[in-house]
């Protein structure tokens, strides 16, 4: 008996179908908005299996653009939700989609918005997929995981840089303000680097994916805002210890010191070798000492 010949994948986008599409409607990829468009199909195929997204699941993509990574994400999950800030893109996608995936259309969602204002979605999405603009990649990221707790895991590729950034622990070079806070929501690692070749326009730089799973923060009574503001402060100035960097932000250097004894950190460490528990530890102390003052 023979073997029956497996299905051929569904088409995903070339560089010849980007352009086409692009020209359809009159668009230029434009700095502004951070839009390099994929224009490689195993590329997409890449990403979408690097995200590990499930058959029942609905996944949220930020800045579908013309729809590359979309269609690939149609195949492999159960719905899919697009947030896009641009009107001309936005109006193209549903139409797009009619074409490339008939059979997909009602599994299909289209939000015109931009993601650092979007609170609430048409579905509730398990996982974020997506390729986001190099300028404003940290900030989606940490909104949508702050006002999507159904948000369980994903891929994000941006700026390699960036990438580096958000992975980082506790001791690296990179570790900052993007490693500690999206560490409050989930552990993040990096998933690979993608060349300059597979976007239009191309960037000068290469790309990076990061991929996540949710965890719950550390436990404390502190709230994430407090925590936020530790570690804001902590950071602002780098090279100072946290004794120091932290006198504004306590009242005092001598505060600052007894927050951080309390919290079992060494005032003469930097905020760079610490992490989210610790972060958590200095702001629940901070909140006794002044209910201590209080009483």
């Known amino acids: 008996m023979t073997e029956p010949i497996p299905a051929a994948p569904a088409p995903l986008f070339g560089a010849t179908d980007i352009r086409r599409l692009a020209e359809e409607i009159g668009i230029r990829p434009t700095k502004t ?43 492999a999950a159960r719905e899919v939700v697009a947030v896009e800030i641009d009107p001309v893109l936005a109006a193209k996608l549903p139409e797009t989609v009619r074409e490339w995936r008939p059979d997909a259309v009602e599994r299909f969602h289209l939000v015109q918005s931009d993601a ?48 580096d950034r958000l992975a980082a622990g506790p001791g690296s070079k990179t570790y900052g303000v993007p490693s500690v806070k999206a560490a409050w929501y989930s552990s993040m690692r990096k998933a690979g680097v993608i060349g300059m070749n597979v976007f239009w326009p191309a960037p000068k730089i290469h790309s990076g994916l990061v991929a996540f799973t949710r965890r719950e923060p550390p436990v404390t009574t502190a709230s994430r805002e407090e925590v936020f503001a530790v570690i804001d402060a902590a950071f602002a100035q780098r090279r100072k210890t946290l004794r120091a960097a932290l006198a504004g932000w306590a009242g005092s250097a001598a505060e600052a010191e007894r927050c951080l004894v ?11 070798v610490i992490d989210i528990a610790a972060f958590a530890r200095i702001a629940e102390a901070r909140n006794e000492g002044r209910n201590g003052d209080d009483g």
């Open 33 to 75: 908005l951070g839009q390099n468009f994929v224009i490689d199909g195993n590329t997409i195929r890449r990403i979408v299996a690097a995200a590990n997204i499930g058959p029942e699941e609905t996944v949220l993509e930020v800045g579908p653009g013309l729809g590359s990574l979309t269609l690939g994400l149609l195949d």
């Open 116 to 163: 650092m204002r979007v609170t609430e979605l048409p579905v509730e999405p398990s996982a974020i997929v997506a390729n986001l603009p190099y300028n404003v990649a940290v900030p989606v990221v940490l909104h949508l995981l702050q006002h999507f707790p159904g948000l369980q895991h994903g891929l994000v590729m941006v700026q390699d840089e960036v990438a």
């Open 262 to 272: 309390a919290a079992g950190v060494d005032p003469t460490a930097r905020g760079e």
